[in-house]
């Protein structure tokens, strides 16, 4: 019912940017919210940063005043924004969605998660 994209990771060096961008396939549906997470190595995958379709974001300490999520519900696309970026963000790095629904508000799917295949961001030293 639903698959992602995600585009935009690579190489870049400590302080620098990057811009991740996620396009969600729904069919005739819509997503309530959409985000990405990351996962470095063996580690757990931790939230990066959502937002939902009215524009409620929410972010990791980590990243905050760093990156920036946004979204354009016209075309189910999401970005993360990642300037002053560290070392210890590299990871993979997945784009999420859930609360799949009509555009009349009734619920497909809630609580079940989506996921895109990952994209790698590496941030050298």
């Known amino acids: 019912q639903v698959s992602l994209a995600e585009s935009g990771g690579g190489l870049v060096q400590a302080g620098g940017s990057l811009r991740l961008s996620c396009v969600a396939s729904?069919?005739?549906?819509?997503?309530?919210?959409m985000g990405w997470y990351r996962q470095y190595l063996g580690n757990e995958r931790e939230l990066v940063a959502n937002?939902?379709?009215?524009?409620?974001?929410k972010y990791a300490d980590s990243v905050k005043g760093r990156f920036t999520i946004s979204r354009d519900n016209t075309k189910n696309t999401a970005y993360l924004q990642m300037n002053s970026l560290r070392p210890e963000d590299t990871a993979v790095y997945y784009c999420?969605?859930?609360?799949?629904?009509?555009?009349?508000?009734?619920?497909?799917?809630?609580?079940?998660?989506?996921w895109g295949q990952g994209t790698q961001v590496t941030v050298s030293s």
């Open positions: 999420n969605a859930e609360g799949l629904h009509t555009a009349a508000g009734d619920v497909i799917t809630w609580g079940v998660p989506y």
């Open positions: 729904t069919g005739e549906f819509r997503i309530n919210t």
């Open positions: 937002i939902n379709s009215v524009g409620l974001r």
